[in-house]
């Protein structure tokens, strides 16, 4: 499985940006699909998480300027993200958890998307 993000860019502070992450094929046993950033000299966090069932999750920073969507049909997960700040500046990078069929005797499968560039600034 490889993961496809896009959507990065230059922002203004207050601006707005979609991030798309698109996988190569149907995941099956996906147990959370989430967005993590890094920013320079930081570690990776986690940004935002939407579950199997839907249920979402969301860094305290970005909670109510974040969105975490999924799109099944396309094996696409999206990141709206609102009223930007230059703190929001990172490379955003999609992570697939999936687990196989006969999990817990095997370990859970990371996938990662390969980053994309946020920069928030005026």
């Known amino acids: 499985v490889q993961l496809q993000a896009s959507g990065g860019g230059l922002v203004q502070p207050g601006g707005s940006l979609r991030l798309s992450c698109v996988a190569s094929s149907r995941i099956f046993g996906i147990r959370s699909m989430d967005w993590y950033r890094q920013a320079p000299g930081k570690q990776r966090e986690l940004v935002a998480s939407i579950s199997s069932g839907g249920s979402t999750n969301y860094e305290d920073s970005v909670k109510g300027r974040f969105t975490i969507s999924r799109d099944n049909a396309k094996n696409t997960v999206y990141l709206q993200m609102d009223n930007l700040t230059p703190e929001d500046t990172a490379v955003y990078y999609c992570?697939?958890?999936?687990?196989?069929?006969?999990?817990?005797?095997?370990?859970?499968?990371?996938?990662w998307g390969q980053g994309t560039q946020v920069t928030v600034s005026s």
């Open positions: 992570n697939v958890k999936v687990r196989p069929r006969d999990w817990p005797r095997s370990p859970e499968n990371n996938y």
